[in-house]
């Protein structure tokens, strides 16, 4: 007999947006006359920028000839590309990381979920609260928790995001093994400022801890003044692994590429306390499961960072921008405070109450998917989640609907 991984009975029925989409879907069956405006998963609308077509469709055409075409990849990813972002997206901030640092994947996804492969069944995790359930739900079916109540597991610490601070949770005043940090914040939009980062450096370094740095979101913030990564904060390097992704950055959310920066100098301990290289640990698990991201894609990536491509990139994430402005003053305008969504395409709506019941009236009543806050954790509840992700027409036209609904 097939014995189950009891953890999994643990998690809720089912992942948040499977359950949005699923109530969605009832909906529409239910009203099939009301067109809907979705500005609730955070899924990119507008297409690939023509730079990255151009050499999606180049390589497509290299892997057709047979003087050309490539079989297996190295499981990190091709050389071009990690030389590539070592170049854009580290060095020309002052960040140090090596190509040989950088694991390409198929989404951040996929390696915010994989890395606590990595760490001991009794490592003490901490998440943020609210959180990008993945962090919370592929530590529950490692058996890092005890039972959900109350909006919560036992066994995992809680990093509270409120107004009062701004949804930027400083460090605890307990010890923890590992802390998952995500800037620009899914879900609620808010930055780290280099100050708040360099105090969870500090922390981290004091505790021999480690950051899981999330900023799937770094190509939303234009103000110069926040860090991008994480390795801009001085002494990053050992103690923090980043992630990242270009499925917002460039459209790539079905097209799939990501990457993971694992510097050498980052170690992890044993029961004996003998330190172990981090990189070394994740190129193993990575290599015996993962064979790389298509070489097509691998091209289409590189393309993001040419001249061209940044110049089109730039204008697509300004263009999910100026939703989130126009979102954050309609929202404003109806007297419900907004946070974020000013270096972020998600806009942090407070409306107090019961957050899926202000879901299903939106949803009912305008029309509108969002994403109720309690979805995120308990710190969620009384807020909805508002996506910038989807045309500037359906945008204007889901804040008129959202004000003739709720005025
Ligand atoms: C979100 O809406 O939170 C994201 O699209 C989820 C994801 O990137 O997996």
Known sequence: MAHLNENFLKLEASYLFSEIARRVSAFSKANPDRDLIRLGIGDVTNPLAPAVVNAFHAGVDEMASESTFRGYGPEQGYDFLRETISEHDFAARNAEISAEEIFISDGAKCDTGNFQELFAADSIIAVPDPVYPVYVDTNVMAGRTGTFADGRYSGLVYLEGTAENNFVPPPPDTHVDVAYLCFPNNPTGATATREQLAEWVAYARAEKALLLFDAAYEAFIRDDSIPHSIFEIEGAREVAVEFRSLSKTAGFTGTRCAFTAVPRSCMVYDTAGNAHALHDLWNRRHCTKFNGVSYPVQKAAEAVYSPEGQAQVTALVDGYLENAAVIRSAIQALGYPPAGGENSPYIWVQTGGDSWEFFDRLLNEAG????????????????????????????????????????
């Not at 109720?372 to 989640?385: K, L, Q």
């Not at 036209?397 to 709720?406: G, K, P, S």
Request: glycine share 16%.
């Open 368 to 407: 509108v998917v969002v994403t109720p806050g309690a979805g995120f954790g308990r710190c969620g509840e009384g807020y909805i989640r508002i996506s910038a992700f989807n045309s500037a027409t359906n945008v204007q036209t889901a804040m008129e609907r959202i004000a003739q609904a709720l005025g």
